[in-house]
Nanobody, 120 residues
Framework: QVQLVESGGGLVQPGGSLRLSCSVS????????MGWYRQAPGKERELVASTSSGSINYTDSVKGRFTISRDNAKNTVYLQMNSLKPEDTAVYYC???????????????WGPGTQVTVSS
């Protein structure tokens, strides 16, 4: 059974920083894409940043402020968030595309989410 466990959310003042972590555990043969999505109240879930085979994508609103990184040895993905703004307030979800065995399909997995609140 695969589990994604997120940590690092919380309350921060505008201009502050937070670092999110997401560790994947369980029966894993390989992990393809890993990334972070967020969902603000009343809005749809949106991609924040993702990384796969060395390529990295960011949504325009976080470019230059957020940095995604990945430790393949630890099956962990990080999101360093700097210069946070009130509009970054949302529940942040970790996502991973995982192949459980050499011959199985890639399956999407999600973490339970961690709240990030940017407010003075």
């Amino acid at each position: 059974q695969v589990q994604l466990v997120e940590s690092g959310g919380g309350l921060v003042q505008p201009g502050g920083s937070l670092r999110l972590s997401c560790s994947v555990s369980g029966s894993i043969f390989s992990i393809n894409d890993m990334g972070w999505y967020r969902q603000a109240p009343g809005k749809e879930r949106e991609l924040v940043a993702s990384t796969s085979s060395g390529s990295i994508n960011y949504t325009d609103s976080v470019k230059g402020r957020f940095t995604i990184s990945r430790d393949n040895a630890k099956n962990t993905v990080y999101l360093q968030m700097n210069s946070l703004k009130p509009e970054d307030t949302a529940v942040y979800y970790c996502h991973a595309e995982i192949r459980a065995t050499r011959t199985s399909y890639l399956v999407d997995y999600w973490g339970p989410g961690t709240q990030v609140t940017v407010s003075s």
